[in-house]
């Protein structure tokens, strides 16, 4: 029979993150949060010093990338977001990364990025696209890095995840957007326990 593959898709801070490591608990599934892997690779430049358009060294962080060994409070930082999505219009680097994504999905597992229906696994089991307005994004966003103890503006927060957006959905390689197929979930006025359900009654039906 086919492994179980949860692709989940969507913009900054929509919740995909929450929703994917629930869901992978729920079908006892593993998780890869492929953000991570850009994040790794933009973090390997600002590390070394180098520029994020340095294409050659962005691919060789990303050739070298374990994704057993990703440290995720590192990479969560709000800033190496900003600079995972200037390496992620790189096409050569994201053939890098998607290999490596696929060779995780194989068995079976949950992957949430912004082209995991689209392109790193178009035959999945089941899409989601999850989703919230702008401001309810950046609210979010914003009262989880005050209560980190981060002192920074909502205006600044949504400025940012406005940006992001525009790069993650303009860029030519894979852009952000729904699969043809997927479930679009919008969040705006849910709340985690909301999202998991629902998600959950949209994979349970598919199976
Ligand atoms: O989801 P997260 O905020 O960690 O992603 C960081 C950046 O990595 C995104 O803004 C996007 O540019 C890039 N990304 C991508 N494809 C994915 C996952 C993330 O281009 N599948």
Do not use: W
């Amino acid at each position: 029979t086919k492994p179980l593959i949860i692709a989940i898709d969507g913009p900054a801070a929509s919740g995909k993150g929450t929703l994917a490591r629930r869901l992978a608990a729920q079908y006892g599934l593993p998780h890869l949060d492929t953000g991570l892997t850009y994040r790794a690779v933009a973090h390997r430049l600002l590390q070394f010093g180098l520029p994020l358009e340095n294409v050659s060294a962005a691919e060789t962080a990303a050739r070298q990338l374990d994704l057993g060994d990703m440290n995720r409070e590192v990479l969560s930082q709000h800033a190496v977001g900003e600079a995972a999505s200037k390496v992620a219009v790189m096409p050569s680097v994201r053939r890098i990364l998607v290999d490596k994504q696929r060779e995780f999905a194989a068995k079976g597992a949950v992957l949430d990025g912004r082209d995991i229906g689209t392109v790193v696994c178009p035959d999945a089991s089941v899409k989601l696209y999850v989703t919230a307005s702008p401001q309810v994004r950046a609210r979010r966003r914003h009262d989880e890095m005050v209560a980190g103890g981060k002192d920074v503006s909502y205006e600044t927060i949504l400025a940012d995840i406005e940006r992001r957006d525009a790069r993650d959905m303009g860029r030519a390689d894979s852009p952000l957007k729904p699969a043809e197929s997927a479930y679009l979930l919008d969040t705006s006025q849910m709340d985690i326990e909301a999202a998991f359900s629902a998600a959950k009654t949209i994979i349970d039906v598919r199976l």
